[in-house]
């Protein structure tokens, strides 16, 4: 078992037994950067507050990624405790990306980040004495749309994190899928090819994707998909080709959703969440027409922004520590 020495700061140390009446520390770790933050509220999500966040880079030890992190999380956990001595830390909650067992609290696999079955949960909750509520990133942050956010009060939603790539969380009948940590991949589910075949789904409709292709068709040299979208609405040949290609691709999973799993709510976030109407009414008309007898799915933007990953970080963390603030 991997182990770290309790050194989360000599200020304010609590115990489990103590945390009747404390908050969240929530952590949110990307390849780049974690974000962390002081997460307050009840365990309902009533009255959620994110208060002191804060940006830090994530340390990326070849071999040892993963005690890094979670060396990294317990240090930052005591500057915290000694920042705010009038809050009692509760809980702790941690989102990672990847493939992800969050009932064994092990991070089973990343690409990115380099960890391959880390025990993040027994980890850190040795090192903390604390609840440890673990995750996956795109997956919690689904959660907290579908509690708090855009999807407050369905049953049956998909979320969908557009931007480089395609990220996504299933909900059905009121409860998350996790599928052992592999549900949710839509961005590389299958979707039929422009040429015909298949391709995965953001090869086609994901913001990357649609600055890649245009430039690639065209020679010229794109800043993003808002660019492209840009040249459509003009009248270009090629970028309106590669925006419906787009539009085609991502109606073509949610129509697979709606029809497989009744999804009622497709949440909207990300980068090319940002197009707005162009985006939404295109994918309305186009999973319509892909429909019989089904319903027709409501599409919502997402609502909790950039602190969503934190939020549903501290959900988890509080439904497990059964903490109030």
């Not at 999500?45 to 002191?52: F, L, Q």
């Not at 999380?73 to 809980?91: C, K």
């Not at 994190?161 to 059905?172: E, M, P, S």
């Not at 939404?280 to 319509?288: G, K, P």
Request: charged share 15%; with cysteine; proline share 4%.
């Amino acid at each position: 078992m991997n182990t770290l020495t309790n050194h989360a700061g000599e200020t304010g140390v609590q115990t489990p037994e103590a945390a009747g009446s404390g908050v969240v520390l929530a952590f949110d770790i990307g390849g780049t950067d974690m974000k962390v933050a002081i997460v307050r509220g009840g365990p309902s999500g009533d009255g959620v507050e994110v208060v002191d966040v804060q940006r830090h880079p994530t340390p990326l030890e070849v071999g040892r990624t993963g005690e890094s992190v979670c060396e990294r999380i317990v240090e930052l956990t005591g500057e915290y405790r000694a920042a705010h001595p009038d809050l009692l830390i509760s809980a702790v909650g941690v989102t990672v990306p990847g493939i992800v067992d969050e009932d064994a609290g092990i991070g089973i696999y990343s690409a990115n980040l380099g960890w391959k079955d880390f025990p993040f949960t027994a980890t850190l909750t040795e090192a903390l004495g604390l609840p440890v509520g673990f995750g996956h990133d795109v997956s919690m942050a689904g959660e907290a749309e579908f509690r708090l956010g855009a999807a407050a009060g369905k049953t049956d939603v998909l979320i969908l994190v557009i931007g480089t790539g395609i990220a996504g969380a299933v909900l059905c009948d009121g409860n998350r899928v996790a599928g052992g940590g592999y549900a949710g991949e839509i961005g590389h589910a299958m979707v039929p090819a422009p040429g015909g075949g298949m391709v995965i789904l953001e090869s086609l409709g994901s913001a990357g994707a649609i600055a890649r292709r245009y430039t690639e068709a065209t020679g010229t040299a794109v800043a993003g998909a808002r660019d492209v979208l840009a040249l459509s609405a003009e009248g270009d040949a090629a970028a309106r080709t590669v925006w419906n290609d787009a539009v085609d691709a991502l109606s073509f999973s949610i129509a697979q959703c709606v029809s497989i799993l009744g999804t009622e709510t497709v949440v909207l976030g990300g980068g090319l969440s940002m197009a707005g109407p162009v985006l939404f009414d295109a994918l309305a008309e186009c999973v319509d027409a892909q429909l019989s007898f089904h319903r027709r799915p409501e599409y919502v933007h997402a609502a909790l922004g950039e602190n969503a990953g934190l939020i549903g970080s501290a959900l988890k963390a509080r439904s497990l520590a059964g903490t109030q603030a």
